[in-house]
């Protein structure tokens, strides 16, 4: 896919929304696919029906847009997403990221499902994302340079401090328990060897998964600014004596969902006020890329777990 492509799904959406102007895009991957129902005033929007969209075949994943107010934020809601492995060029999966970008979305929030790979760190804890690792030997930035895009897109603050600082606010006034860390990305969709884990730990991970990175590295492209959580669903290959299954991902995401969901709402009014672009072409000079201020994230920093997490 390509910029002619977002375009072109842009004003097919645009003509669907009946006028919403979403300030946040976000991903509901799995964990928040119940957000969806939570929409107030939802325009849905099956993927197959825009074009050049990519479909998700993965379980868990509804494959619709939906559009409308969540918590009073104009919000647009990727109920699903693609992935690398299903074989989609990073063009591809990174569409909708620049699609919401043009509907004027700026900030992102991402979820993902992800494997625990810090010994501390336990399935079921929320992992607010301090930075990435990107271990998928792709780029959505490859290729020809993008009109509107940065070509050598800064991500030092890929994760932005402030909107990260939001979320930990929202966290502690709901008492939820939040980690912080470093998430690599991996092609999959095999699960990783348990020596592959130990690599990556080395490299200063905390989780693992296979998304987010595509979708973060053309967001910050763009000037949109970035906010991440994961669901760490399993232990990482190695850490438990236990096959790693799918099925344990979607239950231990349905055991955590509504904890996942009462975050996202409570942290979603102050995304939406924070401050503009950052970092690309749609960044004024006035805002400035919020990594040269922000400095390097610890990517290791904890807060213990309520009974509620």
Same mark, same amino acid.
């Given at each position: 896919?390509?910029?002619?492509?977002?375009?072109?799904?842009?004003?097919?959406?645009?003509?669907?929304?009946?006028?919403?102007?979403?300030?946040?895009?976000?991903?509901?991957?799995?964990?928040?696919?119940?957000?969806?129902?939570?929409?107030?005033?939802?325009?849905?929007?099956?993927?197959?029906?825009?074009?050049?969209?990519? *479909?998700?075949?993965? &379980? !868990? =994943? $509804?494959?619709?847009? @939906?559009?409308?107010?969540?918590?009073?934020?104009?919000? %647009? #809601?990727?109920?699903?997403? *693609?992935?690398?492995? &299903? !074989? =989609? $060029?990073?063009?591809? @999966?990174?569409?909708?990221?620049?699609?919401?970008?043009? %509907? #004027?979305?700026?900030?992102?929030?991402?979820?993902?499902?992800?494997? $625990?790979?810090?010994?501390?760190?336990?399935?079921?804890?929320?992992?607010?994302?301090?930075?990435?690792?990107?271990?998928?030997?792709?780029?959505?930035?490859?290729?020809?340079?993008?009109?509107?895009?940065?070509?050598?897109?800064?991500?030092?603050?890929?994760?932005?401090?402030?909107?990260?600082?939001?979320?930990?606010?929202?966290?502690?006034?709901?008492?939820?328990?939040?980690?912080?860390?470093?998430?690599?990305?991996?092609?999959?969709?095999?699960?990783?060897?348990?020596?592959?884990?130990?690599?990556?730990?080395?490299?200063?991970?905390?989780?693992?998964?296979?998304?987010?990175?595509?979708?973060?590295?053309?967001?910050?492209?763009?000037?949109?600014?970035?906010?991440?959580?994961?669901?760490?669903?399993?232990?990482?290959?190695?850490?438990?004596?236990?096959?790693?299954?799918?099925?344990?991902?979607?239950?231990?995401?349905?055991?955590?969902?509504?904890?996942?969901?009462?975050?996202?709402?409570?942290?979603?009014?102050?995304?939406?006020?924070?401050?503009?672009?950052?970092?690309?072409?749609?960044?004024?000079?006035?805002?400035?890329?919020?990594?040269?201020?922000?400095?390097?994230?610890?990517?290791?920093?904890?807060?213990?777990?309520?009974?509620?997490?």
């Amino acid at each position: 896919m390509s910029v002619p492509d977002a375009a072109r799904a842009a004003d097919f959406l645009s003509g669907r929304l009946r006028g919403l102007g979403p300030r946040v895009a976000v991903v509901l991957g799995s964990g928040l696919g119940g957000l969806a129902d939570r929409v107030e005033d939802a325009v849905r929007v099956p993927y197959a029906e825009i074009p050049g969209w990519p *479909a998700s075949a993965v &379980e !868990g =994943h $509804a494959g619709e847009i @939906v559009a409308g107010r969540l918590g009073g934020v104009p919000v %647009l #809601g990727l109920a699903g997403r *693609a992935h690398l492995y &299903e !074989g =989609h $060029a990073p063009d591809v @999966v990174v569409l909708p990221v620049r699609v919401a970008a043009r %509907l #004027g979305a700026r900030t992102l929030l991402v979820s993902n499902a992800a494997g $625990a790979v810090n010994p501390l760190f336990e399935p079921g804890d929320l992992m607010l994302i301090s930075d990435h690792v990107n271990l998928m030997g792709r780029s959505p930035l490859a290729g020809p340079p993008r009109d509107g895009e940065a070509r050598w897109a800064d991500m030092a603050g890929a994760y932005d401090p402030e909107l990260r600082g939001a979320v930990r606010e929202a966290a502690a006034a709901e008492g939820i328990g939040l980690r912080e860390g470093v998430y690599a990305g991996m092609l999959g969709p095999s699960y990783e060897t348990p020596a592959e884990i130990a690599m990556i730990r080395r490299l200063g991970a905390d989780a693992v998964g296979m998304s987010t990175v595509p979708e973060v590295v053309a967001a910050r492209a763009l000037g949109v600014r970035c906010v991440g959580v994961s669901c760490l669903t399993n232990y990482a290959a190695g850490a438990s004596p236990e096959p790693l299954r799918h099925e344990e991902v979607l239950e231990t995401t349905r055991r955590v969902g509504e904890t996942f969901e009462r975050l996202v709402l409570r942290s979603l009014p102050a995304l939406a006020s924070a401050g503009g672009p950052t970092g690309g072409p749609a960044a004024s000079a006035a805002d400035g890329p919020a990594s040269n201020e922000a400095g390097p994230s610890s990517g290791r920093t904890s807060v213990e777990p309520s009974e509620e997490a």
